[in-house]
């Protein structure tokens, strides 16, 4: 199958999606609200630890559908930042299951891979 990508999600998300199928995730990443944008309630996405200059074939993560997706603006001190906002993209996740990269593409802006589905047994992660 042929999903977006959400790259550079922590290991600690990816472990409670794990154990909890159904998770509420926050992006903030310029790329990841980007891809984000893209997804459409009932579509599937591919999460993984990797960061996208490192997803490769054979790069694993968690196949997940999204449930639903709120965008919002959030004010951040002028201390930390020469902007004053940034936009947050909450996405309600079920996991699917588990999945390894078998072809890396890239589609307006946003990195889309062919995916394998995975047995928990083969799974690297952990």
């Not at 959400?6 to 290991?11: F, H, P, S, W």
């Not at 909890?20 to 980007?34: F, G, K, L």
């Not at 307006?108 to 992660?125: C, G, H, I, S, T």
């Amino acid at each position: 199958m042929e999903l977006l990508v959400l790259g550079g999600i922590a290991r600690r998300t990816l472990d409670q999606l794990l154990r909890n199928p159904y998770r509420t995730v926050e992006v903030r990443s310029a790329r990841n609200v980007i891809v984000t944008r893209k997804l459409k309630p009932g579509e599937r996405v591919f999460l993984t630890y990797e960061t996208p200059q490192d997803i490769t074939r054979g790069t694993e993560g968690i196949i997940a559908e999204v449930l639903k997706i709120e965008e919002m603006e959030q004010r951040i001190p002028w201390e930390e930042s020469d902007e004053r906002e940034i936009t947050v993209c909450r996405i309600q996740l079920r996991l699917v299951g588990l999945g390894k990269v078998i072809e890396v593409s890239s589609e307006d802006n946003a990195m889309k891979v062919k995916v394998r589905e995975m047995l928990p047994q083969e799974m690297a992660m952990g």
